[in-house]
């Protein structure tokens, strides 16, 4: 449960970090980048079934 919950907002903060938005254009795709390594840690843990 808490893995679905934290794999659903780790999500949400992808797209909200995506150059594309208004709001973080300027940023480039570091953010994006870096959430998705976060992304696929935690996709990651959940097949192994650590969290």
Known sequence: MLGTIL???LILL???A???WPHS???GYG???GLG???IVVIV???VGVI
Do not use: N
Request: net charge positive; aromatic share 10%.
């Open 37 to 39: 390594v976060v992304l």
């Open 45 to 47: 843990l959940l097949v």
């Open 14 to 16: 992808l797209i909200g």
């Open 31 to 33: 953010p994006t980048g």
């Open 7 to 9: 794999l659903i907002v």
């Open 18 to 20: 995506f150059p594309a």
């Open 25 to 27: 254009r300027s940023w």
